[in-house]
C-alpha cells in the first residue's frame, strides 16, 4: 500500500481517536492535528454494537440523529502515532458492523417469511350496560266517592228584631219628609239637604237588618226600590225647583211604606 495520502473529501472536525477511545482528534480537512477532546457518551444502537464486537466504541463530540452515519475519515489517511496497517480495534469496528448487519439481515428475512403480518391486537371491549326497561305500573284511578254536599240550613233570624227595625227605620225616614215638607213651605234649604242625608242613613240601616225567608224576596227589591227615589229626591233638592222636590219626596214615602208593609207580614 503506498503511503501517500490522497487528497481527503472527509470534511473537518472531530473524529474518534483510534490511538486512545476515550478521546476524539481533531482533523482539519487535510490531516490529523494533534489537537484532543475527551470522547462523548455513545448512543444505543452504537453502544450495542461496540458491545458485541467486544470493543469500545468512539463517538463525535456532537452525536448525529438515530440511524444517521457519522463521517468517517479517508482511509488513507493516519492518525498521529499510527501506522497504514489495519489495527485491532479497527478490525473491532468491522466485527461490530458484521454483527448489526447480520441482526438486520435476520429481522429482514423474518418479515419476509411472515408475508409483513403482524400480530392482531387484542382490543378490550368494555360492555356497556343498558338499563334495562322497568315497567311502570299506570296508577288506577281510585273511586273517591264525593260526599254529598248537606243542604244549607238557613241562619235563624230573629223575626221580632226584623220587624222592630224595620218599623223604627222606616219611621224615621217619614219624619225626614215631614220636615222636609215644612222647610220646602218656608221656602228654605238648609234642612231639605241635612234631612236628605238622614234619609240615607235610614236606608243603610234597613239593608243591614238579618231579612227572614219568608219575606226574602219581597224585601231586596223594595229595598232598590227605595234606593232609586232617594237617589231622586237628592238629584231634586240640588235642582231647587220645588214642585220636583215634592214628587221625589211622594216617590220615597211610598218606598218606605212598602217597607214597612212586609216587615209587619215577616214570620
Do not use: C
Amino acid at each position: 500500500m503506498s503511503s501517500t495520502t490522497p487528497p481527503s473529501v472527509t470534511p473537518a472536525g472531530w473524529y474518534p481517536d483510534y490511538s486512545n477511545p476515550t478521546q476524539q482528534r481533531y482533523w482539519d480537512g487535510a490531516a490529523w492535528t494533534s489537537h484532543t477532546a475527551p470522547a462523548a457518551v455513545a448512543p444505543p444502537q452504537q453502544v450495542v454494537a461496540a458491545q458485541l464486537a467486544g470493543q469500545p466504541l468512539q463517538l463525535q463530540k456532537s452525536a448525529p440523529p438515530a440511524f444517521a452515519a457519522a463521517p468517517v475519515p479517508s482511509p488513507y489517511a493516519a492518525q498521529p502515532g499510527t501506522s497504514t496497517g489495519m489495527s485491532g480495534k479497527a478490525k473491532g469496528w468491522i466485527i461490530a458492523g458484521a454483527v448489526v448487519g447480520s441482526l438486520l439481515l435476520v429481522g429482514g428475512v423474518s418479515n419476509a417469511i411472515n408475508g409483513g403480518r403482524t400480530e392482531p391486537v387484542a382490543v378490550a371491549q368494555t360492555a356497556t350496560q343498558v338499563p334495562s326497561a322497568t315497567p311502570t305500573e299506570t296508577p288506577v284511578p281510585s273511586s273517591t266517592v264525593e260526599p254529598i254536599a248537606e243542604p244549607a240550613v238557613p241562619a235563624v233570624v230573629d223575626v221580632a228584631a226584623f220587624q222592630a227595625g224595620a218599623s223604627k227605620h222606616t219611621a224615621d225616614i217619614d219624619k225626614d219628609l215631614d220636615d222636609m215638607a215644612v222647610t220646602l213651605a218656608e221656602g228654605g234649604t238648609w234642612r231639605l239637604l241635612s234631612n236628605s242625608v238622614e234619609i240615607s242613613f235610614n236606608l243603610g240601616q234597613l239593608q243591614s237588618l238579618d231579612v227572614p225567608v219568608s219575606v226574602a224576596a219581597e224585601w231586596a227589591p223594595a229595598l232598590v226600590g227605595l234606593e232609586t227615589n232617594l237617589d231622586a229626591l237628592t238629584t231634586a233638592v240640588a235642582g231647587g225647583d220645588p214642585a220636583t222636590i215634592q214628587g221625589a219626596m211622594d216617590g220615597v214615602r211610598a218606598s218606605a211604606a212598602v217597607l214597612r208593609d212586609i216587615g209587619a207580614r215577616a214570620v
